[in-house]
């Protein structure tokens, strides 16, 4: 059954969202949270309604979507080309190293220790 391509309504919706990254947990368990900051729909009227789904999508992204896109940051794993695995893990030394990992400078800075694994 064809889609009715003439009775088609367009709209156009947009969308701002800002946001950063934190660290958070002990050390040694350590992990990448996203945090949202803003949310803005553009010109959606009645003011009610851009208010409520403001609210609504904020909701949605805090307590569905951020959760689900936490990094962990001791067990971080890369597969090389199937023939090798990679695993880094923060190396903690507070007298050489005060902060680590950090976020500085709009950067992730990580010293690790790595081990390969065939």
């Known amino acids: 059954m064809p889609l009715p391509t003439r009775h088609l309504e367009c709209f156009c919706l947009e969308l701002f969202l800002v946001g950063h990254v934190e660290l958070a947990g002990a050390a040694g368990q350590q992990q990448l949270t996203g945090k949202l900051d803003g949310l803005e729909i553009v010109d959606i009227s009645p003011d009610g309604l851009e208010s409520s789904l403001e609210c609504y999508l904020q909701l949605l992204i ?35 190293v005060p902060v680590n990992p950090a976020i500085e400078d709009d950067q992730l800075k990580a010293f690790i220790d790595f081990a390969v694994a065939p």
């Open 62 to 96: 805090q307590v569905v979507i951020l959760p689900q896109l936490r990094v962990a940051i001791p067990k971080l794993l890369f597969d090389i080309l199937d023939l090798a695995t990679v695993t880094l893990s923060a190396t903690p030394a507070p007298g050489v």
